[in-house]
């Protein structure tokens, strides 16, 4: 397995979550590692990137709630979930780029925010 999220749960609206994805050194040097989500019926959508630099980017619908981070030395990237609301319901998906461009997904692990 060359990327393993991990992290997913029941939480109550206002709560908090991590989750990590662990990437295998199989990959080679990661350009970006991202966390995509996707909501039954909707549309897979890009909650936070970070860059081999450290550069973040957060969807807006997450800013000031969602934090990635990454921690070379455990070969981990993390999204710590702030302030969980019930849209933020979905399957949550690691996702890596390395430098020959070619795209890594993980498996989901879902997160579900109760009202």
């Known amino acids: 397995v060359q990327l393993q999220a991990s992290g997913g749960g029941l939480v109550q609206a206002g709560g908090s979550l991590r989750l990590s994805c662990t990437y295998s050194v199989s990959i080679g040097d990661i350009v970006t590692m991202s966390w995509y989500r996707q909501a039954p019926g909707k549309q897979r959508e890009l909650v936070a990137a970070?860059?081999?630099?450290?550069?973040?980017y957060s969807a807006d619908s997450v800013k000031g709630r969602f934090i990635i981070s990454r921690d070379n030395a455990k070969s981990t990237v993390y999204l710590n979930m702030n302030s969980l609301k019930p849209e933020d319901t979905a399957v949550y998906l690691c996702?890596?780029?390395?430098?020959?461009?070619?795209?890594?997904w993980g498996q989901g692990t879902l997160v579900t925010v109760s009202s």
């Open positions: 996702y890596a780029r390395n430098w020959r461009q070619r795209d890594y």
């Open positions: 970070i860059s081999s630099s450290g550069t973040t």
